[in-house]
Nanobody, 123 residues
Framework: QVQLVESGGGLVQAGGSLTLSCAASGRTFSRYAMGWFRQAPGKEREFVAAISRSGGSTYGTDSVRGRFTISRDNAKNTVYLQMNSLKPEDTAVYYC????????????????WGQGTQVTVSS
């Protein structure tokens, strides 16, 4: 099991940027693929982006491709989500998740979750 703590959320105007961080502790971070998911009020949790154990492979959902970048620093046990050109529809609670296997876009594939960080984008 790995413990995850997200940070970096906040209120930003449309077109602005935020960088989310997710600090991991408990087990060897580099054995975990990592994902970012988000959940808006009244909606289901949705996949945002995922990164492989080494960081060499990443992918994101269509709605964020070209705007969001996922990265990781295994020496710092941290995964990041750089979010640019933010839109009001990006408003949600953002969660990071860990999976002791290859990366996945499916929430049920992930074993450990953080508590979430709120991102609010005003128009």
């Amino acid at each position: 099991q790995v413990q995850l703590v997200e940070s970096g959320g906040g209120l930003v105007q449309a077109g602005g940027s935020l960088t989310l961080s997710c600090a991991a502790s408990g087990r060897t971070f580099s054995r975990y693929a990592m994902g970012w998911f988000r959940q808006a009020p009244g909606k289901e949790r949705e996949f945002v982006a995922a990164i492989s154990r080494s960081g060499g492979s990443t992918y994101g959902t269509d709605s964020v491709r070209g705007r969001f970048t996922i990265s990781r620093d295994n020496a710092k046990n941290t995964v990041y989500l750089q979010m640019n050109s933010l839109k009001p529809e990006d408003t949600a609670v953002y969660y990071c998740a860990a999976r002791d296997a290859t990366r996945s876009s499916r929430a049920y594939d992930y074993d450990d979750w953080g508590q979430g960080t709120q991102v609010t984008v005003s128009s």
